[in-house]
């Protein structure tokens, strides 16, 4: 079963900054926020993961809140082509380890 | 260099008909997963090899099967096909401990008819 809550949908106007919230409340002490997105009709693909620091890298950040029970990702400007499902994942690292997706969040990019 | 590749990227099958669905890991990576998304839900984990063992079986029907040859590459094969096999089949490759996590192909599209 998903560890996570997501809302099922957000829009947001291109160029500005699109924040996805999760809820993770029951997350283990070893287990990492993954951020993946999956555009229509592609396989996911990996955007950015952390413990509890908050991340950044070329796509996006990641802000995790002190307590970890939720995060948020940041797209700082968004573009069309950001138009996409997100699934946020919890999960242990590893070479045995599964993701497990919800539903995800459906983000719509709007000119 | 290239990424996941899966093939075929489409077919269709008739229900009771058996069939094999091919991926190719990126070079190094060991470690292949499988994953069925059906239309409107997430993927859901069906496999994990690594090392050419099953690591991992997710909650499926035996009529899934699947194996890891030397070059690591893999195929999923599904047995007496029902109509709610129809999904994206979807494999993943990733370094054996890495953090960064798996790096997918575009799937399969299967529709059984």
């Known amino acids: 079963d998903a560890k996570t809550t997501q809302p099922p949908s957000m829009d947001c106007a291109e160029g500005r900054a699109a924040n996805l919230p999760c809820n993770h409340s029951?997350?283990?002490?070893?287990?990492?926020v993954y951020w993946y997105r999956q555009i229509h009709s592609q396989g996911p693909q990996y955007i950015i993961h952390?413990?509890?620091n908050n991340e950044t890298n070329e796509m996006a950040s990641l802000i995790i809140t002190e307590d970890r029970k939720s995060s948020t990702l940041i797209l700082p400007h968004a573009t069309l082509r950001d138009t996409a499902v997100y699934y946020c994942i919890v999960r242990v690292t590893g070479a045995n380890s599964k993701l497990t997706f919800g539903k995800g969040i459906t983000l719509s990019v709007r000119p | 260099d290239a990424g996941v590749t899966q093939s075929p990227t489409h077919l269709i099958k008739t229900r009771g008909q058996h069939v094999t669905l091919r991926c190719s890991p990126i070079?190094?990576?060991?470690?292949v997963s499988w994953y069925q998304q059906v239309l409107g839900q997430g993927p859901q984990f069906i496999f994990q090899y690594y090392e050419k063992e099953e690591r991992g079986r997710g909650n499926f029907p035996d009529r899934f099967s699947a194996r890891q040859f030397p070059n690591y590459s893999s195929e999923l094969n599904v047995n007496a096909l029902l109509l709610g096999d129809s999904a994206l089949y979807l494999c993943a490759s990733s370094l054996a401990g890495e953090h960064y996590g798996y790096t997918f192909g575009s799937g399969t599209r299967l529709t059984v008819v």
């Open positions: 070079s190094g990576h060991k470690s």
């Open positions: 952390g413990l509890k």
């Open positions: 029951t997350i283990s002490g070893n287990e990492y």
